[in-house]
T-cell receptor, first 116, second 115 residues
Framework: AQKITQTQPGMFVQEKEAVTLDCTYD???????LFWYKQPSSGEMIFLIY??????QNATEGRYSLNFQKARKSANLVISASQLGDSAMYFC?????????????FGAGTRLFVKA | KAGVTQTPRYLIKTRGQQVTLSCSPI?????VSWYQQTPGQGLQFLFE???????NKGNFPGRFSGRQFSNSRSEMNVSTLELGDSALYLC??????????????FGPGTRLTVL
């Protein structure tokens, strides 16, 4: 069963505007971590933001914030004041496991295009 | 501090051959994970190593194997290459294996082309 769902294959946003990238997840593990990564055309995965399943407040990192709604199992990424350099693929990921080992599962990704 | 390094960056092989990819984690990181990225399947987890032990494995055939050395460097081997093995192989390191919130730092990847 798919555990990370990103329903937006592509998104367009005007420069300087905010954009929300959707992510829903499914897990029965009470302890898990949610991540967002950016992958420019160069291929390198760049860590953006992290949200722990027990965190009470939504995570923020500069222009990035994570809208965590645990009951709905959603972890949307909000990018404020979009810049041309934000054009890239964005992946939502979930890390789960136990002392026997962990693994990270990625969504299919959303390609963001920032228009000048 | 140096980031995660992967060698080689690009590789071309033919069907039936075998290949070994190398990953050097960030200094002090003991956990290394490998992922395969293809346009059709996206990013898929291959395996995770911690302290020279494979801790978890994704749904890949036995042709895919790996190991981790005492200095935390890791290698991934694919035997009897198939056309479908053409992909970007990403390695990621984290400080420890435990803790769901442990951030993973990714290397630049090795792009493997199988002809």
């Amino acid at each position: 069963a798919q555990k990370i769902t990103q329903t937006q294959p592509g998104m367009f946003v005007q420069e300087k505007e905010a954009v929300t990238l959707d992510c829903t997840y499914d897990t029965s593990d009470p302890s898990y971590g949610l991540f967002w990564y950016k992958q420019p055309s160069s291929g390198e995965m760049i860590f953006l933001i992290y949200q722990g399943s027990y965190d009470q407040q939504n995570a923020t990192e500069g222009r990035y914030s994570l809208n965590f709604q645990k009951a709905r199992k959603s972890a949307n990424l909000v990018i404020s004041a979009s810049q041309l350099g934000d054009s890239a693929m964005y992946f939502c990921a979930m890390r789960e496991g136990n002392t026997g080992g962990f693994k990270t599962i990625f969504g299919a990704g959303t390609r963001l295009f920032v228009k000048a | 501090k140096a980031g995660v390094t992967q060698t080689p960056r690009y590789l071309i092989k033919t069907r039936g051959q075998q290949v070994t990819l190398s990953c050097s984690p960030i200094s002090g990181h003991r956990s290394v994970s490998w992922y395969q990225q293809t346009p059709g399947q996206g990013l898929q987890f291959l395996f995770e190593y911690f302290s020279e032990t494979q801790r978890n494995k994704g749904n890949f055939p036995g042709r895919f194997s790996g190991r981790q050395f005492s200095n935390s460097r890791s290698e991934m081997n694919v035997s009897t290459l198939e056309l479908g093995d053409s992909a970007l192989y990403l390695c990621a390191s984290s400080l420890v294996s435990g803790g769901a919130g442990n951030e993973q730092f990714f290397g630049p990847g090795t792009r493997l082309t199988v002809l």
